[in-house]
């Protein structure tokens, strides 16, 4: 099993940044593919970006591309969610998550383990 615990949420004005971590702690970190994905009050949790397990390979969402970027530190046991020029609509729970085959995926229920989630506010 892998243990995650995502931090750098808050409150930002609209333009500003962002970066999330997820520390994993338990297997092997460089064994999973990892991923962001984010719940906005009353919507569905939806992909944001993934990242194979090696840092080759990253998966972005349309509404991210150009403003978010994903990568990890194997090293650190640790992925990382940098997000700039944030928009109202950004305002979501972030939550990290891991998938134990190494791959990047993009479907909540392709992933094995999750974290508890960090709040971003992106105030107008």
């Known amino acids: 099993q892998v243990q995650l615990v995502e931090s750098g949420g808050g409150l930002v004005q609209a333009g500003g940044s962002l970066r999330l971590s997820c520390a994993a702690s338990g297997r092997t970190f460089s064994y999973y593919g990892m991923g962001w994905f984010r719940q906005a009050p009353g919507k569905e949790r939806e992909f944001v970006a993934a990242?194979?397990?090696?840092?080759?390979?990253?998966l972005l969402e349309d509404l991210v591309k150009g403003r978010f970027t994903i990568s990890r530190d194997n090293a650190k046991n640790t992925v990382y969610l940098q997000m700039n020029s944030l928009k109202p609509e950004d305002t979501a729970v972030y939550y990290c998550a891991a998938r134990s085959d190494g791959y990047a995926r993009r479907t909540p229920d392709d992933m094995d383990y999750w974290g508890k989630g960090t709040l971003v506010t992106v105030s107008a």
């Open positions: 990242i194979n397990w090696s840092g080759g390979f990253t």
